[in-house]
């Protein structure tokens, strides 16, 4: 009789053991349903976490704690995150009308758009996108949106690439960018001298100044490598973009040559990477807004691109060595143009980026 007691014993505790569904906290647990054809169960909460299972519609879940947009359950006693978006509370099953409303999408506004696996540049590529895709919104951080992938995984796309801009409405195109602006030469060392014995060094000066106004309205933070007529070794420019948490480094300079019918301006890269996607922008933004000829852009070994660890080109905004270009490179409306087409080129490299 002793040992029939103890089987029922044991049973009914066994019973007990199988009805449980997570640890000993449980009790602060609540029940919630599944509402998305699929759904990864991930080891953490991140988009990144190990794939370790997967749900389906309708499935119950039981969730302990939630982090970060996850919700935390355990599967075989393995603590286990899933996205609490695709989640509904099991109270609520009676209204699936309201519950199983029309999901939102955004959509791509541009090509080649990166897909990040979290909401900042630091992320890696997860995949690209191009104009005209869709996806599913899944959440929001600040100036990104979080979207379902058509494999079931989350994706990060910057939210001014996207229809869905609500988010970043006060958000400049540039915010978060360091840029640093060099205007070449200075003090002991002129430049090139154009006619009526006008300096390379002061042009480059007040045209990096007007550079500098124009990125900062975007949003940009801008350090010059001289702000005066002061001379820096070539050294010393590199080692100012090296120190600092640089995005981009500019170099401006003018042109001569013993020709004076030889004008028309270029932008020099030194890799063939992202040094040269930059440059390629930055020409055609310069190109859209000035009328000197445009030469293109090209590869060089200058040494502040050669040296220079960050993204760096270095461009020739026209020969001061051709009177009617001098002219034109003097105005004031030249050099805002110039200032107005180098900051459309890097928005353009940038928001192509994210």
């Known amino acids: 009789m002793k040992l029939l007691y103890s089987l029922i014993s044991c049973i009914a505790i066994l019973a007990l053991c199988l009805s449980w569904t997570g640890p000993a906290f449980a009790a602060d647990s609540e029940t919630y349903i599944v509402d998305a054809s699929s759904l990864l169960v991930r080891s953490e909460p991140s988009s990144n976490g190990e794939v370790i299972g997967q749900l389906n519609n309708g499935d119950k879940v039981t969730v302990f704690d939630n982090a970060y947009g996850w919700a935390k359950t355990y599967v075989d006693d393995q603590e286990a995150w899933v996205a609490s978006q695709y989640l509904y509370p099991e109270e609520d ?4 009308s309201t519950l199983h409303k029309e999901k939102e999408t955004v959509t791509v506004d541009e090509n080649s758009v990166r897909v990040r696996t979290g909401p900042g540049r630091n992320y890696s590529v997860y995949q690209t996108a191009d104009k005209g895709e869709s996806f599913e919104l899944a959440a929001t951080d600040k100036d990104w949106n979080r979207v379902v992938l058509p494999d079931g995984n989350d994706g990060w796309i910057y939210s001014r690439l996207t229809d869905k801009k609500e988010e970043s409405a006060t958000v400049q195109p540039l915010d978060g960018y360091t840029i640093v602006l060099d205007a070449g030469h200075g003090g002991k060392d002129p430049g090139a001298i154009g ?11 007040n045209t990096v100044k007007k550079v500098q106004n124009s990125l900062e309205d975007s949003g940009a933070n801008v350090i010059l490598t001289r702000a005066d007529d002061s001379y820096l070794s070539l050294e010393n420019r590199i080692a100012i973009s090296n120190q600092e948490e640089t995005d981009a480094f500019i170099s ?55 040296k220079n660890r960050d993204l760096s080109v270095l461009v020739e905004l026209g020969f001061l060595s051709n009177p009617e270009e001098l002219a034109t490179i003097q105005s004031e409306k030249y050099q805002n143009n110039v200032a107005a087409g180098i900051s459309e080129g890097v928005q353009r490299y940038f928001n192509l980026q994210d």
Request: no cysteine.
């Open 93 to 96: 099953n009676g209204n699936l």
């Open 252 to 306: 401006f300079h003018f042109n001569s040559f013993s020709l004076s019918s030889v004008g028309g301006i270029h932008t020099f890269h030194y890799t063939d990477g992202e040094d040269r996607k930059l440059a390629q922008s930055i020409q055609t933004g310069l190109s859209d807004r000035v009328s000197l000829e445009d030469k293109g852009t090209l590869q060089a070994d200058y040494r502040v691109l050669k």
């Open 195 to 205: 006619v009526n014995n006008v300096y390379e060094k002061d042009l480059t000066l």
